[in-house]
């Protein structure tokens, strides 16, 4: 059974703060997507990551693939309060369909 | 361009009920996606369209929901007879698969709760 685990699940973190966001797999898949979830709306897609080694950014949010180990990284920079969200990976190892991670809350107190 | 469409954006029924909702893709996208999801949790897959084909309903409950997706666009997902543990949001995405990218997109939602 394919499993996408984020960790932390619970994030709380105060303004101007950096934490990294952990996204592990448990199949090989060099296709991996990141959405953004605001209470009680659908699903924002934020990142793109397509190939090993792949890096994107769009303010304060970086977002990283290791194919080798399974692993996806979504980094915040400073924390602001517009940053709280429920952030979901979700990996395609077959090209045909999306396998959710668990989702991270993240808090940010200011 | 106009995003991924659902209606209605809320529901209430009681159990036994049935409910059914309606999706509008995005223009051109091939591929239309129905999930559950309930409050805290990710959003599970009921079944996958290609076109107007079935790919993927091995997590729909057949014997109370069923999908359809005529003349390959707009979706319609239903639920006979609801049950309590039905009520959950119920999201439609779509996508087209280009130069190895099946980026998914979601619509609005449907909130349903059933009493």
């Known amino acids: 059974e394919l499993k996408v685990e984020q960790n932390p699940l619970f994030l709380s973190m105060q303004e101007g703060k950096n934490y990294t966001i952990y996204c592990n797999y448990s199949t090989t898949s060099d296709r991996l997507y990141w959405y953004r979830q605001d209470p009680g709306k659908s699903l924002e897609s934020l990142f793109v990551l397509l190939s090993n080694g792949a890096v994107k950014q769009e303010g304060r949010l970086m977002a990283s693939l290791d194919t080798k180990a399974r692993l996806s990284t979504l980094h915040i920079t400073a924390a602001v309060h517009d940053l709280s969200a429920t952030y979901f990976c979700a990996v395609d190892p077959f090209g045909n369909q999306f396998y959710f991670g668990t989702g991270t809350s993240l808090t940010v107190i200011p | ?115």
């Open chain 2, 1 to 115: 361009e106009a995003g991924v469409a659902q209606s209605p954006r809320y529901k209430i029924i009681e159990k036994r009920q049935s409910v059914a909702f309606w999706c509008n893709p995005i223009s051109g996208h091939a591929t239309l996606y129905w999930y559950q999801q309930i409050l805290g949790q990710g959003p599970k897959l009921l079944i996958q369209f290609q076109n107007n084909g079935v790919v993927d309903d091995s997590q729909l409950p057949k014997d109370r929901f069923s999908a359809e997706r005529l003349k390959g666009v707009d979706s319609t997902l239903k639920i006979q007879p609801a049950k309590l543990e039905d009520s959950a949001v119920y999201l439609c995405a779509s996508s087209i698969f280009w130069r190895d990218n099946n980026e998914q997109f979601f619509g609005p939602g449907t909130r349903l709760t059933v009493l």
